[in-house]
T-cell receptor, first 121, second 113 residues
Framework: GAVVSQHPSRVICKSGTSVKIECRSLDFQATTMFWYRQFPKQSLMLMAT?????????EQGVEKDKFLINHASLTLSTLTVTSAHPEDSSFYICSARDPAASGGQNTGELFFGEGSRLTVL | GESVGLHLPTLSVQEGDNSIINCAYSNSASDYFIWYKQESGKGPQFIID?????DKRQGQRVTVLLNKTVKHLSLQIAATQPGDSAVYFC????????????FGAGTRLAVHP
């Protein structure tokens, strides 16, 4: 089946630095990818929708200048946490929709990456 | 609606028993629902889905029931196994396909031998 890969799986950084997380669709083209954040023992919270070739759409309360999203190709979206602080420590998960998974219909099946755990010291 | 950050409720079952995990969704306009399984440190794994024009769908050892009247979704796991231990989330989305996938609070399933 379709595979979504995230890199790195774990990253530790110092407060004030920026961290980039990559999300790749390995065997399909994804015009739309989604970024979620998950704090310990909590649910996944949608941060933004990443659209290939255009600006990302951010959810209410998510700072677009802090969480920079770039979807430069049909197989890669990146999330950059700028000037990271300890409160940004979380599990970041991306997902991508494979339009071909449902015969080209608009629904498609959503595939999740394995997540990237960010720890900010 | 958005999930509220709370400690996950836990369902403890004996191996071999049937498990029922419940979920209440908030948006009456949601027309597609998915159950995901998440193991520690991993991303969500698709289990089963159901559209709003159905009230029941069965998979291998799993059944999803949808009650649109009370906006309730349930996941039934037959003959629960230790490998089923994980956190289970329901998710809802709106018409038009995968726009915003909103996750429920989640339930931790603990299977005891």
């Amino acid at each position: 089946g379709a595979v979504v890969s995230q890199h790195p799986s774990r990253v530790i950084c110092k407060s004030g630095t920026s961290v980039k997380i990559e999300c790749r669709s390995l065997d399909f083209q994804a015009t739309t990818m989604f970024w979620y954040r998950q704090f310990p023992k909590q649910s996944l919270m949608l941060m933004a929708t990443s659209n290939e070739g255009s600006k990302a759409t951010y959810e209410q309360g998510v700072e677009k200048d802090k969480f920079l999203i770039n979807h430069a190709s049909l197989t890669l979206s990146t999330l950059t946490v700028t000037s990271a602080h300890p409160e940004d420590s979380s599990f970041y998960i991306c997902s991508a929709r494979d339009p071909a998974a449902s015969g080209g219909q608009n629904t498609g099946e959503l595939f999740f990456g394995e997540g990237s755990r960010l720890t900010v010291l | 609606g958005e999930s509220v950050g709370l400690h996950l409720p836990t369902l403890s079952v004996q191996e071999g028993d049937n498990s029922i995990i419940n979920c209440a969704y908030s948006n009456s306009a949601s027309d597609y629902f998915i159950w995901y399984k998440q193991e520690s440190g991993k991303g969500p794994q698709f289990i089963i889905d159901i559209r709003s024009n159905m009230d029941k769908r069965q998979g291998q050892r799993v059944t999803v029931l949808l009650n649109k009247t009370v906006k309730h979704l349930s996941l039934q796991i037959a003959a629960t196994q230790p490998g089923d231990s994980a956190v289970y989330f329901c998710a809802e989305t709106f018409s038009g396909g995968y726009n915003k996938l909103i996750f429920g609070a989640g339930t931790r399933l603990a299977v005891h031998p």
